[in-house]
C-alpha cells in the first residue's frame, strides 16, 4: 500500500518491539523536537510512523539534531522523497559515535579504531 507523503517530511521507528500510542508519541515527539510550525505524526505501519512538518527548517532540525531518545529507545529517522514508498526506506540501523577513554597510547591508531568499529557494526572514520 502506497501512503502520500508531504513535500518535508521524514519516515521513522522506534527501535524497539513496545506498541505505541500515537497521540502520546505525538506529544512526546513535539516536546522533543519543538517544531517551529506545525508536525504531523502518523502511523504507518508496527513501530512506524512519518512525520510531515510544514516547514523545511523544523524538518532540518530534526536530521541535525539525531540521535533522539524516546522512552529510552533511539529513534531512527530518514529523509522521504515524495516519490518513494515510506516502509520500503530502510531503518534498522543508525550512526553513533564511539568515543574510547584511558586507551593507551600504543593502541591510538586507525588499525585499532576500524577493529573496533567493525566489531560493534561498522566503522565510517575516526574524528
Known amino acids: 500500500m502506497r501512503t502520500e507523503v508531504p ?7 522506534v527501535a524497539s518491539n ?3 500510542s500515537l497521540p ?6 513535539t516536546c522533543l523536537i519543538q517544531p517551529i510550525k506545525n508536525m504531523n505524526v502518523q502511523l504507518l505501519g508496527n513501530s512506524h510512523f512519518s512525520m510531515n512538518f510544514h516547514d523545511k527548517l ?4 530534526a536530521l541535525e539534531r539525531c540521535p533522539w531518545l524516546v522512552v529510552k529507545y533511539a ?5 522521504i522523497h515524495p516519490s518513494n514508498d515510506p516502509m520500503a526506506i ?6 553513533i559515535v564511539v568515543r574510547i577513554r584511558h586507551l ?8 585499532v579504531a576500524k577493529q573496533i568499529g567493525l566489531r560493534i557494526g561498522g566503522f565510517l572514520g575516526l574524528l
Open 75 to 79: 529513534l531512527l529517522l530518514r529523509e
Open 90 to 95: 530502510p531503518l534498522g540501523k543508525m550512526l
Open 58 to 61: 523544523d524538518m532540518k532540525h
Open 24 to 29: 502520546i508519541l505525538k506529544e512526546d515527539l
Open 18 to 20: 513496545r506498541i505505541y
Open 7 to 13: 513535500t518535508f517530511s521524514l519516515v521513522k521507528r
Open 104 to 111: 593507551s597510547p600504543t593502541f591510538m591508531n586507525i588499525d
